[in-house]
């Protein structure tokens, strides 16, 4: 007779399952609003990689209460959230180096692949996030509220709008491909 898991265990798991499969999260920090951020799971934390050229992290510090929340990857809707206290990993320390290695295999469009590590350490900061405690949310206790929010201001802009072909040029190409 085997005994059953104990919910502690399956709240970890899931967690730890969520973080490996999903390339994005979400960190808010109490009374701050979702901010979508990519990441690697090591070492049964999650890490971060910012400023200096990569996502921002303005308004993250060392020891700092946060709610983390992934998506599901093949739904892609709000899986489990949990409580976690931001730790400022030591540029070249052991927990750095394991953390960056793995960060560097998901970071695809870095210009500088081979100079990355050296930039991170100079310019960069990598944080951890371990989860505390249970999950806040998870499946079988979820808000009832959508959690929409609108977009973050940004100057950033469309120059132009698209010209009017465009459309039936990228469907008529995917009908002759098909045929």
Do not use: C
């Amino acid at each position: 007779m085997t005994a059953e898991p104990s919910a502690e265990l399956l709240d970890r798991a899931l967690v730890e399952e969520a973080a490996r499969k999903s390339g994005l999260l979400w960190v808010r920090r109490d009374g701050g609003r979702d901010r979508a951020l990519w990441h690697a799971w090591v070492d049964d934390a999650v890490v971060l990689v910012g400023d200096g050229g990569e996502q921002p992290l303005e308004g993250l510090a060392e020891g700092q209460d946060v709610v983390v929340t992934l998506r599901s990857r093949d739904k892609w809707g709000r899986l489990v959230a949990f409580r976690a206290r931001t730790e400022l990993l030591a540029p070249r320390s052991e927990a750095w180096q394991a953390a960056v290695d793995e960060l560097k295999g998901k970071r695809l469009n870095a210009l500088d692949h081979d100079g990355v590590e050296e930039r991170w350490a100079q310019d960069s900061r990598v944080l951890r996030l371990a989860p505390q405690g249970h999950s806040v949310e998870h499946p079988g206790a979820m808000p009832d509220g959508a959690h929409t929010a609108p977009p973050v201001p940004t100057a950033a802009t469309t120059r132009r709008p698209i010209p009017a072909a465009l459309p039936k040029l990228l469907l008529g190409r995917k009908r002759r491909r098909q045929a």
